[in-house]
């Protein structure tokens, strides 16, 4: 059974930086598509980065643009999210995720991490 784990939320004032951390149980490299999505309370679920697995194409929501990357470390199953130029509007619960196939819905995903920024 697949199992995604994310760490690495808290507290943090604006402006400030962290790093996500979201361990597969498999080799990460078996998914086609890794991602990162948020959700605050009352609201969806929303997309915020992605890479496909052979490195060659990722994807950011705009508001993340130049702020956010995503990244992995085949070696240790593990992809990350750096965060940097918080933003109180980026509070929230954040979620990876992963699959198999190159669209479509993900069918992995973690139990989240909680990320709140003071401002």
């Known amino acids: 059974q697949v199992q995604l784990v994310e760490s690495g939320g808290g507290l943090v004032q604006a402006g400030g930086s962290l790093r996500l951390s979201c361990a597969a149980s498999g080799r990460i490299f078996s998914y086609s598509r890794l991602g990162w999505f948020r959700q605050v309370p009352g609201k969806e679920r929303e997309f915020v980065a992605a890479?496909?697995?052979?490195?060659?194409?990722?994807e950011y929501a705009d508001f993340v643009k130049g702020r956010f990357t995503i990244s992995r470390d085949n070696a240790k199953n593990t992809v990350y999210l750096q965060m940097n130029s918080l933003k109180s509007e980026d509070t929230a619960v954040y979620y990876c995720?992963?699959?198999?196939?190159?669209?479509?819905?993900?069918?992995?995903w973690g139990q989240g991490t909680q990320v709140t920024v003071s401002s």
């Open positions: 890479m496909r697995r052979d490195g060659q194409y990722y």
């Open positions: 995720a992963a699959d198999e196939d190159r669209t479509g819905p993900y069918e992995y």
